[in-house]
């Protein structure tokens, strides 16, 4: 079992920068591949960015790429997003996940196990 607790979000200005930080319990958090995603209000649960259980696979979506990078520190069993030149598209609940597999990383929410309770990043223009 893993547990995820999201934290970092807030109201930020166009421009602006965030780094969003996921803390996991459990002891397997460095073999699980972990995700994260987003979902603003009235639309789909869509992917962000996914990494892999030693870091040495990164995947992030065409909307962020360039502005997103997704790390993770097995040491500490926290994966981060820091994310940059945020705009107001950029405005959702943001989602940590983990997937019960250590190399292949997925951008469909149903391929995940485990899912944090979200964290608001509010972006204004």
């Known amino acids: 079992q893993v547990q995820l607790v999201e934290s970092g979000g807030g109201l930020v200005q166009a421009g602006g920068s965030l780094r969003l930080s996921c803390a996991a319990s459990g002891r397997t958090f460095s073999y699980n591949v972990m995700g994260w995603f987003r979902q603003a209000p009235g639309k789909e649960r869509e992917f962000v960015a996914t990494i892999s259980s030693n870091s040495g696979v990164t995947d992030h979506a065409d909307s962020v790429k360039g502005r997103f990078l997704i790390s993770r520190d097995n040491a500490k069993n926290t994966v981060y997003l820091q994310m940059n030149s945020l705009n107001p598209e950029d405005t959702a609940v943001y989602y940590c996940?983990?997937?019960?597999?250590?190399?292949?990383?997925?951008?469909?929410?149903?391929?995940?196990?485990?899912w944090g309770q979200g964290t608001q990043v509010t972006v204004s223009s």
């Open positions: 996940a983990a997937r019960r597999t250590a190399y292949i990383g997925s951008r469909y929410p149903s391929d995940y196990d485990y």
